[in-house]
């Protein structure tokens, strides 16, 4: 069951990476399996940080640094508009 619910999991991130893509030159996108794993690996990354207690040292709670670190990747790949 939980194989199913975490392939299922990948899917909607790969899916809205691919719709991320959509306005990028063909030449130009990154494939949106690679990207989407970025996100995913960013994702476990902050989950453990803070689920092992390390994440106490942090001046910033958890959703604040995923939500940060995706931006980053996101502009850094051309696929959001970098901010104002």
């Known amino acids: 069951d939980l194989a199913q619910v975490s392939a299922r999991a990948r899917a ?8 991320l893509s ?7 996108r990154p494939p949106a399996t690679m990207f989407s794993s970025h ?5 476990h990354g902050v989950v453990e ?13 958890p959703e ?3 939500e940060a670190g995706i931006g ?4 850094g ?6 901010d104002q």
């Open 12 to 19: 909607v991130l790969e899916k809205a990476a691919t719709k």
């Open 22 to 28: 959509e306005h990028l030159p063909k030449d130009r």
């Open 39 to 43: 996100i995913w690996a960013m994702s």
């Open 49 to 61: 940080l803070f689920m092992r207690g390390n994440g106490a040292k942090s001046p910033f709670p």
């Open 64 to 66: 604040d640094l995923l």
């Open 72 to 75: 980053i990747c996101l502009r």
């Open 77 to 82: 790949l051309g696929l959001i508009a970098p």
